[in-house]
Structures are given as C-alpha cells and as structure tokens.
C-alpha cells in the first residue's frame, strides 16, 4: 500500500504517500495517513493528512483513487 499513488478524484493530483494506518479493534482500516510532499521549508508534520476509509473510491494496481481535494 504504501508505494500506490494517492489520487484525488476531485482535483486529479497527487496528494501523497501513506505513512500510516489506523485500524479498527476489529481489524478493519479506518484511514490512512498521508504525508504531503515536503520541501526544504515544510518540514512539520502537522500537514498530514487522514482519509478515511469511506472516502475511498477505488483502490488499483498502482493508485489509490479518493474522494478529497
């Protein structure tokens, strides 16, 4: 999962890279965690961003598409 392309179905761009997953006690995906690419000046973390399982549209060989801007 984490080397698939993270693709808003909205705007058409790359949003990022999944760094994390939260999971249910269940053992179902909640979200993922996804780090906006960074450059020399944006090095926090507070930009990350979390979409949701629902949010998912379609999940393919290479990308994964969502539903967020």
């Known amino acids: ?5 993270i693709i808003s ?5 790359n949003i990022g890279n999944i760094i ?7 053992g179902k995906i909640d ?3 996804i ?4 450059n020399f000046f944006t090095l ?6 979390r979409i949701l399982w629902n949010d ?4 393919g060989e290479d990308v994964i598409l969502v ?3």
Do not use: A, L, P, Y
């Open 1 to 5: 999962m984490q080397n698939k392309k």
């Open 44 to 49: 926090n973390r507070e930009s990350d961003t």
């Open 67 to 69: 539903q967020k801007d």
């Open 9 to 13: 179905v909205v705007t058409g761009k």
């Open 20 to 26: 994390d997953v939260d999971i249910h006690d269940d």
């Open 35 to 38: 780090e906006q690419s960074r």
């Open 31 to 33: 979200s993922f965690i």
């Open 56 to 59: 998912i549209t379609k999940v």
